[in-house]
T-cell receptor, first 114, second 111 residues
Framework: DAGVTQSPTHLIKTRGQQVTLRCSPISGHKSVSWYQQVLGQGPQFIFQYYEKEERGRGNFPDRFSARQFPNYSSELNVNALLLGDSALYLC?????????????FGPGTRLTVL | EDQVTQSPEALRLQEGESSSLNCSYTVSGLRGLFWYRQDPGKGPEFLFTLYSAGEEKEKERLKATLTKKESFLHITAPKPEDSATYLCAVDAEAGNTPLVFGKGTRLSVIA
Protein backbone atom coordinates (compact mmCIF):
# COMPACT_ATOMS: atom_id res chain seq x y z
CA ASP A 1 0.00 0.00 0.00
CA ALA A 2 1.32 3.42 -0.94
CA GLY A 3 1.91 5.83 1.87
CA VAL A 4 1.34 9.57 1.85
CA THR A 5 2.93 11.17 -1.19
CA GLN A 6 3.98 14.78 -1.60
CA SER A 7 5.24 16.83 -4.52
CA PRO A 8 7.54 18.39 -5.32
CA THR A 9 10.37 17.03 -3.17
CA HIS A 10 12.36 20.24 -3.24
CA LEU A 11 11.51 23.76 -4.31
CA ILE A 12 13.50 26.98 -4.54
CA LYS A 13 11.64 30.29 -4.76
CA THR A 14 12.47 33.95 -4.31
CA ARG A 15 10.85 36.41 -1.92
CA GLY A 16 7.43 37.60 -3.02
CA GLN A 17 6.67 34.58 -5.19
CA GLN A 18 3.83 32.12 -4.68
CA VAL A 19 4.10 28.35 -4.21
CA THR A 20 1.71 25.38 -4.35
CA LEU A 21 2.51 22.12 -2.58
CA ARG A 22 0.58 18.92 -3.21
CA CYS A 23 -0.32 15.90 -1.09
CA SER A 24 -2.05 12.58 -1.74
CA PRO A 25 -3.26 10.73 1.37
CA ILE A 26 -3.18 7.03 2.08
CA SER A 27 -6.00 5.26 0.26
CA GLY A 28 -9.14 5.33 2.41
CA HIS A 29 -7.98 8.25 4.55
CA LYS A 30 -10.31 11.24 4.46
CA SER A 31 -8.39 13.74 6.57
CA VAL A 32 -5.29 15.69 5.56
CA SER A 33 -3.25 17.97 7.81
CA TRP A 34 -0.40 20.30 6.92
CA TYR A 35 2.57 21.11 9.15
CA GLN A 36 5.60 23.37 8.87
CA GLN A 37 8.89 22.21 10.35
CA VAL A 38 11.86 24.53 10.61
CA LEU A 39 15.31 23.15 11.37
CA GLY A 40 15.70 21.99 14.96
CA GLN A 41 12.00 22.33 15.82
CA GLY A 42 9.04 20.00 15.93
CA PRO A 43 6.34 20.28 13.26
CA GLN A 44 3.84 23.15 13.68
CA PHE A 45 0.23 22.72 12.65
CA ILE A 46 -1.03 24.83 9.73
CA PHE A 47 -4.36 23.35 8.53
CA GLN A 48 -6.56 20.28 8.82
CA TYR A 49 -9.17 19.25 6.25
CA TYR A 50 -11.73 16.49 6.56
CA GLU A 51 -14.23 15.61 3.83
CA LYS A 52 -13.19 18.78 1.95
CA GLU A 53 -14.00 21.08 4.86
CA GLU A 54 -11.52 22.99 7.00
CA ARG A 55 -11.53 21.52 10.51
CA GLY A 56 -8.71 23.49 12.06
CA ARG A 57 -6.26 26.29 11.44
CA GLY A 58 -3.00 27.01 13.22
CA ASN A 59 -1.42 30.35 14.00
CA PHE A 60 -0.26 31.22 10.48
CA PRO A 61 -0.91 34.39 8.44
CA ASP A 62 -3.55 34.63 5.72
CA ARG A 63 -0.79 34.19 3.12
CA PHE A 64 -1.23 30.47 3.82
CA SER A 65 -4.27 28.74 2.36
CA ALA A 66 -5.26 25.19 1.54
CA ARG A 67 -7.99 23.10 0.03
CA GLN A 68 -9.00 19.46 -0.26
CA PHE A 69 -10.35 17.88 -3.40
CA PRO A 70 -13.11 15.25 -3.86
CA ASN A 71 -10.45 12.50 -4.12
CA TYR A 72 -9.12 13.71 -0.68
CA SER A 73 -5.85 15.00 -2.09
CA SER A 74 -4.85 18.46 -0.92
CA GLU A 75 -2.93 21.57 -1.89
CA LEU A 76 -1.18 24.09 0.32
CA ASN A 77 -0.65 27.56 -1.15
CA VAL A 78 1.66 30.20 0.22
CA ASN A 79 1.59 33.72 -1.26
CA ALA A 80 4.11 36.55 -0.99
CA LEU A 81 6.88 34.27 0.23
CA LEU A 82 9.21 35.48 2.97
CA LEU A 83 12.66 34.19 3.88
CA GLY A 84 11.14 32.81 7.09
CA ASP A 85 8.87 30.50 5.09
CA SER A 86 11.88 28.31 4.31
CA ALA A 87 11.09 24.98 5.95
CA LEU A 88 10.09 21.36 5.47
CA TYR A 89 6.36 21.23 4.76
CA LEU A 90 4.76 18.00 5.90
CA CYS A 91 1.44 16.49 4.98
CA UNK A 92 -0.21 13.89 7.22
CA UNK A 93 -3.26 11.78 6.56
CA UNK A 94 -5.63 9.97 8.91
CA UNK A 95 -8.88 8.04 8.66
CA UNK A 96 -10.86 10.70 10.54
CA UNK A 97 -10.31 14.03 12.19
CA UNK A 98 -10.64 13.05 15.83
CA UNK A 99 -7.97 12.42 18.44
CA UNK A 100 -8.17 8.64 18.21
CA UNK A 101 -6.86 8.73 14.64
CA UNK A 102 -3.16 8.22 14.11
CA UNK A 103 -1.60 10.58 11.60
CA UNK A 104 0.81 9.22 9.01
CA PHE A 105 3.26 11.62 7.45
CA GLY A 106 4.59 11.98 3.95
CA PRO A 107 8.26 12.63 3.11
CA GLY A 108 7.76 16.39 3.00
CA THR A 109 8.54 19.19 0.57
CA ARG A 110 11.70 21.17 1.31
CA LEU A 111 11.02 24.84 0.44
CA THR A 112 13.90 27.26 0.22
CA VAL A 113 13.11 30.97 -0.17
CA LEU A 114 16.00 33.15 -1.39
CA GLU B 1 -1.96 26.67 26.20
CA ASP B 2 -1.02 23.08 25.45
CA GLN B 3 2.72 22.43 25.81
CA VAL B 4 5.06 19.54 25.17
CA THR B 5 8.65 19.50 26.44
CA GLN B 6 11.15 16.83 25.49
CA SER B 7 14.43 16.07 27.24
CA PRO B 8 17.26 15.75 26.71
CA GLU B 9 17.63 17.77 23.49
CA ALA B 10 20.39 15.43 22.36
CA LEU B 11 21.63 12.06 23.62
CA ARG B 12 24.71 10.13 22.63
CA LEU B 13 24.85 6.42 23.52
CA GLN B 14 27.24 3.58 22.95
CA GLU B 15 25.77 0.60 21.14
CA GLY B 16 24.04 -1.58 23.75
CA GLU B 17 23.76 1.23 26.32
CA SER B 18 20.08 1.45 27.33
CA SER B 19 18.46 4.80 28.17
CA SER B 20 15.17 6.72 28.28
CA LEU B 21 13.81 9.80 26.56
CA ASN B 22 11.32 12.02 28.38
CA CYS B 23 8.23 13.85 27.15
CA SER B 24 6.38 16.02 29.66
CA TYR B 25 3.10 17.62 28.70
CA THR B 26 0.60 20.20 29.90
CA VAL B 27 -2.76 19.89 28.18
CA SER B 28 -6.37 20.67 28.97
CA GLY B 29 -7.34 17.05 28.51
CA LEU B 30 -5.29 14.35 26.84
CA ARG B 31 -6.93 12.40 24.02
CA GLY B 32 -3.73 10.71 22.91
CA LEU B 33 0.07 10.91 23.06
CA PHE B 34 2.07 9.94 20.00
CA TRP B 35 5.72 9.01 19.44
CA TYR B 36 7.36 9.43 16.05
CA ARG B 37 10.83 8.75 14.70
CA GLN B 38 12.28 11.18 12.15
CA ASP B 39 15.38 10.66 10.04
CA PRO B 40 17.17 13.73 8.64
CA GLY B 41 15.26 15.38 5.78
CA LYS B 42 12.37 12.90 5.98
CA GLY B 43 8.86 12.89 7.36
CA PRO B 44 8.10 11.53 10.85
CA GLU B 45 7.47 7.79 11.05
CA PHE B 46 4.68 6.70 13.41
CA LEU B 47 5.80 4.54 16.35
CA PHE B 48 3.18 4.46 19.13
CA THR B 49 -0.07 5.93 20.43
CA LEU B 50 -0.83 5.95 24.17
CA TYR B 51 -4.26 6.94 25.46
CA SER B 52 -4.34 6.53 29.22
CA ALA B 53 -2.02 6.60 32.23
CA GLY B 54 -0.41 3.24 32.89
CA GLU B 55 -0.52 2.17 29.27
CA GLU B 56 2.63 0.65 27.73
CA LYS B 57 3.50 -0.34 24.17
CA GLU B 58 6.56 -2.11 22.75
CA LYS B 59 8.15 -2.42 19.35
CA GLU B 60 11.49 -4.16 18.94
CA ARG B 61 13.98 -2.29 21.18
CA LEU B 62 11.52 0.52 22.00
CA LYS B 63 9.01 0.70 24.83
CA ALA B 64 6.71 3.67 25.48
CA THR B 65 4.99 4.36 28.79
CA LEU B 66 2.52 7.02 29.91
CA THR B 67 1.71 8.74 33.21
CA LYS B 68 -0.64 11.65 33.87
CA LYS B 69 2.15 14.18 33.31
CA GLU B 70 4.77 12.54 31.11
CA SER B 71 5.73 9.76 28.77
CA PHE B 72 8.97 7.86 28.48
CA LEU B 73 10.48 6.16 25.46
CA HIS B 74 12.82 3.45 26.71
CA ILE B 75 15.47 2.19 24.32
CA THR B 76 16.98 -1.17 25.23
CA ALA B 77 20.38 -2.20 23.84
CA PRO B 78 20.27 0.38 21.02
CA LYS B 79 21.98 -0.12 17.67
CA PRO B 80 23.44 2.53 15.34
CA GLU B 81 20.35 2.25 13.12
CA ASP B 82 18.27 3.62 16.02
CA SER B 83 19.98 6.98 15.53
CA ALA B 84 17.28 9.54 14.67
CA THR B 85 15.23 12.35 16.18
CA TYR B 86 12.37 11.10 18.33
CA LEU B 87 9.32 13.36 18.45
CA CYS B 88 6.53 13.36 21.00
CA ALA B 89 3.13 14.90 20.21
CA VAL B 90 -0.18 15.28 22.05
CA ASP B 91 -3.78 15.58 20.94
CA ALA B 92 -5.71 17.67 23.45
CA GLU B 93 -9.47 17.61 23.99
CA ALA B 94 -9.91 21.37 23.92
CA GLY B 95 -7.27 22.11 21.31
CA ASN B 96 -8.01 23.13 17.75
CA THR B 97 -4.89 21.47 16.38
CA PRO B 98 -4.60 17.77 15.60
CA LEU B 99 -1.16 17.44 17.17
CA VAL B 100 1.12 19.64 19.29
CA PHE B 101 4.72 18.52 18.97
CA GLY B 102 7.76 18.84 21.19
CA LYS B 103 11.11 19.84 19.71
CA GLY B 104 12.38 16.29 19.74
CA THR B 105 15.38 14.41 21.12
CA ARG B 106 18.30 13.78 18.73
CA LEU B 107 19.64 10.31 19.48
CA SER B 108 23.04 9.18 18.27
CA VAL B 109 24.10 5.56 18.84
CA ILE B 110 27.81 4.94 18.36
CA ALA B 111 29.16 1.52 17.39
Amino acid sequence: DAGVTQSPTHLIKTRGQQVTLRCSPISGHKSVSWYQQVLGQGPQFIFQYYEKEERGRGNFPDRFSARQFPNYSSELNVNALLLGDSALYLCASSLGSGGMNEQFFGPGTRLTVL
Amino acid sequence: EDQVTQSPEALRLQEGESSSLNCSYTVSGLRGLFWYRQDPGKGPEFLFTLYSAGEEKEKERLKATLTKKESFLHITAPKPEDSATYLCAVDAEAGNTPLVFGKGTRLSVIA
